[in-house]
Nanobody, 115 residues
Framework: QVQLVESGGGLVQPGGSLRLSCAAS????????MAWYRQVPGKERELVAS???????NYIDSVKGRFIISRDNAKNTIYLQMNSLKSEDTAVYYC?????????WGQGIQVTVSS
């Protein structure tokens, strides 16, 4: 069973940066979708950034120009580089990875942007 382990969250001041990582315990056969979601209490989980194999990369408007999603196939890891962080980026961030056969979620990691 593939497990996803997230790391890199924490407390940062407005304008700062963090890099989230999502490492899979093994190669995900046929992986075709990788993404980061976030959720704040009382709101639905929202898709922040995604990589669709063969199609490209997408971001929600509020993070365009500040966040970068990337992948390292050799390490079975995806990343979310978050720059120029704002208080409204505060949330629990989840990685999500899919193949034709399975959907996998990370455990969630807290990101808090506050002075």
């Amino acid at each position: 069973q593939v497990q996803l382990v997230e790391s890199g969250g924490g407390l940062v001041q407005p304008g700062g940066s963090l890099r989230l990582s999502c490492a899979a315990s093994q190669n995900i056969f046929g992986e075709n979708f990788m993404a980061w979601y976030r959720q704040v209490p009382g709101k639905e989980r929202e898709l922040v950034a995604s990589i669709i194999t063969g199609t490209g990369i997408n971001y929600i408007d509020s993070v365009k120009g500040r966040f970068i999603i990337s992948r390292d196939n050799a390490k079975n890891t995806i990343y979310l580089q978050m720059n120029s962080l704002k208080s409204e980026d505060t949330a629990v961030y989840y990685c999500n990875r899919k193949s034709m056969f399975r959907i996998y979620w990370g455990q969630g990691i807290q990101v808090t942007v506050s002075s």
